[in-house]
Structures are given as C-alpha cells and as structure tokens.
C-alpha cells in the first residue's frame, strides 16, 4: 500500500508585514550609521554628550574622524 503524496503548501516567502518590517530596520540602520559616521554635530545637536558619544561609535567602528 503506498502512501499518498502530501500536497504541498503555497505561502508567500515575504508577506507585506515582513516587508514593512525589514524596510524599518534598514532605514534605522542606515539612520544610525549616519548619525555614527557622517553626522558631526548637525543633526545630534543635543550637547557635548552626543557629540562625544558619535565621536567614540565612529571611534570603535574604525571610521576616520580626524
């Protein structure tokens, strides 16, 4: 007795929730690789602090600053 061939189920790989969310978190990530590496203080105006604290990330991520 053979057994029967399952039928096999058409889903969408990417639904248009996953897409909106992929295309969130690349547009954060490219924001904040911004804010990181290119910004020097004309967004992130908010004190020594932030601009201290984008110096270091640009700093630990090997981006030239000076």
Known sequence: MSQPTPTPI????IT?????I???VV????L???LVAFDQGAI???GMYMH???HDG??????PCH
């Not at 248009?16 to 909106?20: D, G």
């Not at 547009?27 to 490219?30: F, T, V």
């Not at 640009?58 to 981006?63: F, K, P, Q, Y």
Request: aromatic share 6%; no cysteine; charged share 15%.
């Open 10 to 13: 058409t889903a969408p790989l």
């Open 16 to 20: 248009p929730r996953l897409l909106w």
């Open 22 to 24: 992929a295309l969130a």
């Open 27 to 30: 547009a954060g990530a490219l």
């Open 32 to 34: 904040l690789a911004y």
């Open 44 to 46: 992130s105006r908010s």
């Open 52 to 54: 201290e604290l984008m």
């Open 58 to 63: 640009r700093h630990l991520l090997g981006v």
